[in-house]
């Protein structure tokens, strides 16, 4: 950067020589709305912005994210170094297009697809699962629009089939793509898509039916494997040929390491694309994501765009175009660094803790477990007695401790279920297990001391009946004030257990 | 994925090794894409690689930065909003998904138009020149809207308004125009286009919108050329995008997108959702990312502010006149770029007799080591060839100078050379040779 400025006023010499937190620009007021007509010396913007960050919370205390907090400190230097790298450039960086080739080959095979040793799978990085989804989603859509426009049908109105469980970016799919969302909707004690119920629902305009290995909410594996075994029955008889799509988001890093039998993956036929997110169970920092479909055919050439990209041909079937490179070569360090023994390593390790954490939670004898041992490394517990207290208290309480253990209700049919959600992560280690236990019992014993709130004396969640605006239940007034203090009590909260 | 872990120094030497054989981004004038920051920027972005940006709850800091940067761009494009009002738009991965976005909002818009009028709204289509960026393409093709494109013609390279509203019909979502053509850097005339709709509008009462895609522009006209009337300003402009990682002077990976106000942006369009606990709303195409090239926007933002932006530009718009200048004393060019643009060079040869575009190309990477891609004109000019030498804000007047001498010199090379450069060569090909030549020089350049 070319803009060291020549100082020519006697006032910006002096100012020169005085510390940062000595100077004028910390007395300033923060440019929030305009931006600022002069320009101000490096390290005043650096520590200006450095000390508000100093008010974001740590994110290791954070448990409610599957999210990569930690890498080793060699990858932080890859990081730094291809910082500057505009990832779509291929012509000028071919060796990072050729690493995140080989992470796709990689994680293709990882999942059993149908291709030979050498062959080249067909997959893409992405940002994150959000638009390997709709990447998926999109090829699945264009693919049985084909499909209906040789038979000489109608195609305007496709669908897809899911559970009610499932993330909110494929209600954004849905929505920005004109897809209808068919939810399977969960029951008490049943809390992912039932395969009976969802093969009930498709229909000849369903492009596919979406699986979650690694339910969000509970961490639980939907059942793939019987899912694909009715619809390959009901597209013998029906003739449609619906396919299926497996949103292993986070469950793609970890069934494959530690349940390598269960059959979710390509191994089943009907199955033609996979998601994962690098950045959940890949040992990622955030932003990288990644979709690999079966074979070519599952990918319409129609979508796939040769460019001429300053100067040379290159094939582009992504959502964004332009971003940096850091998190591809991340991935790449994390496979070849850790390879599968590794991976399987840190699995079980989360495994383990979750299960130190989960039989802790147990003994207390307050709780309920919703979340079950094959899963994602997590636990999801409800309070057996809601009637006094609920679980938004216990959340809201444990920050005080610094930890941050969500709360939410369960999606219909089951919102009278409200679940706090604790997500093992590789760098949640036994101490910290053990110390998380320990805070809840005093939390739980701190909560039998105080008085119930007179509003609410369950979490109660009202289905809104009016139109599109939100997908989500809307929650009862009470709920959303109660909601509402809780937010900006954390926010507080967070801003003395975050600094220094 | 190979069987046994390694050590993490071994991944590390492996991993560097192989990455030696990328490119230098230095000599790279293909690119408009940000190569080179400042150091206390970088150990900002560092800090903030473990952020997941979407976490609003848990990171209530770095969102913050996040919405003081929207309102800053959004009146830097003088959006109508009061002093302390907060401006609606959102920070993107790009300004791939900022245009998806705001395509979006407006495919959305006309449905809920047409839809109360009682009219059919299944064929929405959307006017542009054919020189947009592939982004557009993407987004016509991947959310099924036409696109309808104004060729260029020899000498007009950009969209003409005249023959854009011409288009538009009662199903035009609304007309795009770019602020920075990719192909020669100019900027199209957002004014008459306004001018020439508002009057059809009146007419038919489509009420047809604008969008700028001020990818490139956005950062560069409010600085350079403020009295140009191009943004909210205009009535009609009803969104724009611009890309943080170009002229923004951060990293790949950052874009942002403004509406001109809450009505713009159809509120079936945000998602409120529960996430980790809290409520939020989102509206992106992306979710979870990293939160450092905000950091980093917003630090440029506030370490910059407007004089350092503009000493930025006017250097760069500088150092494209060296270049252009010495261009035009060879003899050899057509300038196809405009002063008042993009800082670009965009040129042609006079005579290709000794060899065209492609091989001066070819001829600067192998022997000089510049990155200069050519490349034909879009649809209406396609037998027009096109060099284009970008200048970044790291593109200084000493590296301004060589490249015109080694221009010089590549000609002076050619000049020797027997006769023609034969076609029979095809552009495939002929990339072929390029990437081959230039993964030997840069094999030579690691060892």
């Not at chain 1, 020589?17 to 931006?35: E, Q």
């Not at chain 1, 191994?267 to 479909?293: A, D, M, T």
């Not at chain 2, 290709?352 to 891609?373: A, C, N, Q, Y």
């Not at chain 2, 060839?385 to 790291?394: F, P, S």
Request: proline share 5%.
């Amino acid at each position: 950067m070319v803009i060291t400025s020549a100082v020519t006023d006697p006032e910006e010499q002096t100012q020169s020589l005085h510390s940062t937190f000595a100077s004028r620009y910390v007395r300033d007021p923060i440019p929030r709305f305009k931006m600022p007509e002069k320009c101000i010396p490096k390290d005043a913007a650096y520590q200006i912005i450095n000390d508000e960050l100093m008010l974001d919370g740590t994110p290791r205390l954070n448990l409610a994210s599957f999210v990569t907090t930690w890498m080793e400190p060699e990858c932080d230097k890859l990081i730094m170094a291809s910082l500057n790298k505009n990832y779509v450039d291929m012509d000028e960086y071919p060796v990072t297009t050729e690493l995140q080739n080989r992470c796709v080959n990689m994680i293709a095979h990882l999942y059993h697809a149908p291709i030979g040793d050498d062959e080249a799978a067909v997959g893409v990085g992405t940002v994150g699962s959000s638009e390997a989804i709709m990447l998926a989603g999109l090829a699945f859509k264009r693919k049985w629009q084909a499909k209906r426009k040789a038979e000489g049908k109608p195609y305007d109105k496709p669908n897809i089939v899911t559970g009610a469980n499932v993330q909110v970016c494929w209600e954004k799919f849905a929505r920005y793509f004109e897809v209808e969302l068919k939810e399977v909707k969960l029951t008490e004690g049943y809390y992912v898509m039932d395969p009976v119920k969802a093969v009930e629902m498709v229909d000849e305009n369903t492009i596919c039916v979406a699986a979650i290995l690694g339910s969000t909410l509970t961490g639980e594996f939907e059942d793939v494997k019987l899912l694909n075994e009715l619809l390959t029955k009901k597209n013998k008889e029906t003739g449609w040929n619906t396919p299926i799509h497996v949103d292993a988001a986070s469950g793609g890093f970890i069934a494959p390491f530690l349940y390598p039998c269960l059959e979710w993956d390509f191994r089943l036929p009907l199955v033609k694309s996979i998601n994962v997110s690098g950045h959940k169970y890949g040992l990622v920092y955030p932003g990288v994501g990644w979709v690999v479909w079966r074979s070519k055919d599952d990918l319409p050439e129609e979508l796939v765009f040769h460019i001429n990209y300053l100067g040379s041909d290159q094939p582009t079937f992504t959502l964004n175009f332009s971003k940096g490179s850091s998190q591809i070569i991340a991935q790449y360090y994390q496979f070849i660094r850790l390879g599968t023994e590794g991976y399987k390593n840190i699995m079980e390790n989360c495994r383990e803790n979750a299960r130190i954490l989960r039989e802790g939670i147990e003994r207390t004898g307050r709780f309920n477990i919703i979340s079950k041992d094959v899963g994602v490394p997590l636990v999801a517990f409800s309070l057996k007695d809601s009637s006094q207290h609920t679980v938004f208290e216990v959340s809201d309480h444990l920050r005080k401790f610094g930890w941050i253990v969500p709360a939410y209700t369960m999606p219909p049919d089951a919102q009278h279920i409200a679940v706090l959600r604790v997500v093992i992560r590789e760098d949640f280690s036994r101490g910290l297990a053990e110390r998380l236990v320990s805070d809840i019992v005093k939390v739980v014993d701190l909560l039998d001391t105080l008085p119930s709130p007179l509003s609410t004396k369950k979490a109660h969640v009202v289905a809104v009946a009016n139109n599109e605006t939100s997908e989500k239940a809307k929650k009862s007034a009470l709920e959303t004030q109660k909601e509402i203090a809780l937010y900006w009590k954390r926010l507080v909260d967070g801003k003395r257990v975050g600094a220094c | 994925m190979p069987q046994k872990s390694m050590a993490k120094k071994t991944a590390y030497e492996k991993i560097r090794e192989e990455l030696k054989l990328d490119a230098k981004p230095k000599m790279n004038l293909a690119s408009f894409v940000t190569t080179s920051m400042e150091e206390e920027c970088n150990i900002l972005m560092m800090e903030s690689f473990n952020k997941n940006y979407v976490n609003m709850d848990e990171y209530p800091a770095t969102t913050q930065l996040h919405n003081r940067c929207v309102n800053m761009i959004a009146r830097l494009f003088n959006a109508e909003i009061g002093e302390n009002e907060n401006a609606i738009g959102t920070g993107t991965v790009g300004s791939s998904e900022a245009i998806m976005l705001a395509g979006l909002a407006f495919k959305k818009k006309w449905q809920n138009k047409l839809k109360a009028q009682g009219k059919p709204y299944h064929k929405p289509n959307i006017v542009t020149g054919a020189n947009v960026q592939v982004c557009w393409e993407k987004f016509a093709m991947y959310f099924d809207v036409e696109l309808r494109k104004v060729d260029v013609g020899e000498g007009y390279y950009v969209m003409d308004p005249t023959k854009a509203i011409e288009m538009v019909d009662e199903n035009t979502i609304c007309v795009a125009a770019i602020l920075g053509s990719t192909y020669n850097g100019e900027f199209e005339d957002v004014k008459l286009l306004n001018d020439l709709l508002l009057q059809q509008n009146k007419k038919n009462g489509w009420d047809t919108p604008i969008h700028v895609d001020a990818a490139s522009g956005g950062f560069v006209a409010p600085f350079l050329y403020p009295e140009l009337e191009w943004d909210f300003r205009l009535p009609l402009v009803k969104s724009i995008n611009v890309s943080g990682h170009k002229y923004g002077l951060v990293y790949a990976g950052i874009g942002w997108v403004i509406w001109r106000s809450k009505e713009d942006l159809p509120q079936e369009l945000i998602f409120n959702i529960n996430y980790l606990g809290a409520d939020q709303p989102t509206f992106t195409l992306n979710f979870s990312k990293g939160s450092s090239q905000i950091i980093a926007q917003y630090y440029q933002l506030v370490h910059l502010g407007r004089e350092g932006y503009q000493r930025v530009m006017e250097k760069c718009k500088e150092n494209a006149m060296v270049v252009k200048q010495g261009l035009e004393k060879t003899g050899c060019f057509n300038i196809l770029s405009k002063d008042n643009g993009v800082p670009l060079v965009a040129f042609s040869l006079k005579d290709t007799s000794h060899g065209d575009e492609f091989k001066i190309s070819e001829m600067l990477r192998r022997l000089h080591g510049w990155v200069v891609p050519a490349y034909p004109m879009p649809s209406g000019a396609e037998h027009v060839n096109v060099l284009r030498a970008v200048v970044r804000a790291e593109f200084s007047r000493e590296m301004a100078e060589k490249l015109v001498l080694d221009i010089e010199n590549v000609l002076q090379e050619l000049g020797k050379l027997g006769p023609k450069y034969t076609p029979k060569v095809t552009k495939i090909a002929k990339r072929k040779i390029i990437v081959r030549e230039s993964n030997k020089h840069h094999k030579v350049l690691a060892a």
